[in-house]
């Protein structure tokens, strides 16, 4: 599934990635009276990897094929769709019948964010995650702001807010006036609040909700100091920023190890006024309890060779950025 190129360079590119058993949970769930879809809160270019596992690759890439069909319409020719799976043959031009293959050893989550990043086309881009539903304007918005900021300095990355909504919530609020009376009332919480409550934290909110806009253009709100080992705030970026380190897996890190990478290389993290995404429900519990230890392991392994590379390319010691390690 391709999308329509057009004058796309100076865009935004959303890279959206998911396993392809959860398409239809994360994304056709938001269909209703209650959310609009993801890709219809973006006006951007959006770059999909699916990534397809299973004993019978062929049946998951159809049956992937039969959901997206549902949702080509309210794609708009904006969507670019990119099917990845682990085979242990040199790859080949047809998806071939893998009967007989082991089961997939869990998901690639960096190399999905990866492909997805690859294959677009665009100045900018934000890699994130399917759920997300943003600010009425926000590609528009932030890429104005991106055009005349990186004018000055190259290495700046853009974060902004993100919150949960409580399942109540039948309105998803558009505006930072309406998001502020759900936070005020406890029906909107900065992300992750109740399961990870420092890791998607930006301080100093309430300077952040009283800051006045004049309709017109976004600002930066001010830079945010990266002080936290475990911080991994939402970013938009040049596309040649690092890429996702692929040896860090699925739940281990695999997300704030690029933050690390910029924070080494010296990046500015630039908070975004009036901007926000939203994530529908507030999450209470994590999935990871049951699967910790190994988590533990695989996270030392990855800090392991993430300080080797540091070290290797001359970038600890030049920063005052948190030690994973």
Known sequence: MERRKYNEYNRIMLALHGSHEYLNENILKQASKKFWLPVESWNGPISLAIYLTGRNITDAYFTTLEKLVILE?????KVSVHFFYKSNKPCLPTVPD??????????EINVARNIARVLSSTKYIIVSDQEFIFSPNFEFQLRNLMDETLKR???TVFIYRVFELNSSVERIPKEKKELKMLYDSGLAVQFHKVIAPKCHEISKIEEWFAKEYDGKNVTVNRIVDYEYLHWEPQLASLTDIPF????FLYGAADNTVLRW???YRGYEFALVDELFAVHPGIRKETFYGHIYGKLITFRRDGYKSFRQRMIKNHWIGKSG?????
Do not use: M
């Open 261 to 263: 990478d910029l924070c």
């Open 98 to 107: 893998v009967t007989n293959a082991p089961i997939g050893r869990g998901y």
């Open 153 to 155: 300095s190259s290495k």
């Open 73 to 77: 319409e309210r794609f708009d020719g």
């Open 321 to 325: 950025c948190p030690q994973p390690w």
């Open 244 to 247: 996702h380190d692929e040896t």
